[in-house]
């Protein structure tokens, strides 16, 4: 069975990958307003299980709505 990742491990990856602070909660709200298809991440165990090849798309969708957020800050 492929890689899944959870909504919080996706806003992870990408927040990780883009330098950027991606909230679960947009990634969600995504899926519930049909930006997304259910069908491409199905929800298993009461959790959505993504596919990494969704990834860009999530950022589309993001970029979309002007839900990425600034760079984050430098930790002390």
């Known amino acids: 069975m492929s890689e899944t990742l959870s909504v919080s491990q996706a806003?992870?990856?990408l927040s990780e990958e883009?330098?950027?602070d991606i909230r679960?909660?947009?990634?969600?709200l995504l899926f519930y307003h049909r930006e997304l298809?259910?069908?491409l991440a199905?929800?298993?165990n009461g959790r959505r299980a993504i596919?990494?090849?969704?990834l860009?798309?999530?950022?589309?969708?993001?970029?979309?709505?002007g839900w990425l957020r600034r760079t984050r800050r430098?930790?002390?």
Not at 24 to 28: Q, V
Not at 56 to 64: A, D, K, T
């Open 11 to 13: 806003a992870r990856r």
């Open 18 to 20: 883009l330098g950027r």
């Open 24 to 28: 679960p909660r947009d990634i969600s």
């Open 37 to 39: 298809r259910d069908d």
């Open 42 to 44: 199905p929800i298993v």
């Open 51 to 54: 596919q990494p090849v969704l």
């Open 56 to 65: 860009p798309e999530i950022v589309r969708g993001l970029r979309r709505h």
């Open 74 to 76: 430098a930790s002390s």
